[in-house]
């Protein structure tokens, strides 16, 4: 598909988007203001009302999962807002931002301090729809522009995940702004984003399919789509200070681990573009320290695997959460080398 005409598109999907996103949320505010201000009194009051959200936003939700137990259900949808100018950029271009929804049971909605994900560029979305296989260029009127969702999804779970391993490290004292590129994979391919220390927020700016990588690059996509499930993808999606998930904490510090050993392996070459050596001397010891901060150790993935995510979310969710889990965790310790004291290697 020819670059100018997938501008083209991308341009009409995000008009599309909007006349879509303008009638939804009309419905989502009057569905809010329905909800009980005391709460819900009845769990499947409560599914019936969030199921109408949900409904409400239509093709713009990207992402649905539900988590918790029966005394305490919490349901997040990621949608994408309304196209704006992009603030990350240093040049005009519209972005649409992918915002969080959570709402749980009994309350309903949750308010967060900070509902955006990410923000994706029209020339990110322009790049998506040129490369990733969905579209025929002979046959551009039938567009169903939901087939991208797929693609997106990532964003939800990958934005969360780069902003805290990254973030405190770009703002390292003695450092003058600067910026990374870090990938986020998709199906078909993968975004490039960039995060900077102004503003510890991704902008997607491109997208390269599977075609356009490297045998090298296609490894470490690979690294990187195996350092996430797709249970762990669905706990992070919960990650927010106000949500209070330890499930979701958990899985993401497992993840965090495993892609901390592996993010030198881009961010060394991305890292030679800083024009200033000391910069990149000092930024590339940041990164370093930061991403030790956040690797564990061998025998807790070891542990982890062994245990398995049900279980560990399991002892989580026990009114003695992190008794729960050291006491699962050193139960299995004592499997692996029964001769051991458990509570110690664990504690180590």
Known sequence: MDISLSRGLASRFMREHLESLVRSLHQMNRLTLSAPKCGFSKRTQWKNWATRVRDALAKSVISDVEQGSARKRLRVMHFLGGPNSNPLTQWQEEAIPVQVLATAYPNGIIPLLLPIRCLLGKHAIARLIQRSGHFDARDVRNIDFCALNSEIAPLTSWSAVWTILLAEALRSPGLQRSELMVPIPTQSGVFMATICSDHPLLNVRTFLCDQQLSERQLALKDRLVRAM???????????????????????????????????????GPLMTRIACRDDRRKLATSIAATLAVFTLDDSMH????????????????KPDANAALMRLLASEAKKMRPTLNPHIEVEA
């Open 229 to 267: 499930s797709a249970d762990e993808h669905a706990l992070i999606e919960c990650c927010a200070p106000e949500l209070q998930v330890p499930d979701a904490s958990f899985a993401l510090s497992m993840v965090l681990s495993r892609v901390a050993r592996i993010s030198q392996d881009w961010l």
């Open 302 to 317: 070891t542990l982890y695997e062994r245990v398995g995510l049900s279980a560990v979310s399991a002892a989580l969710r």
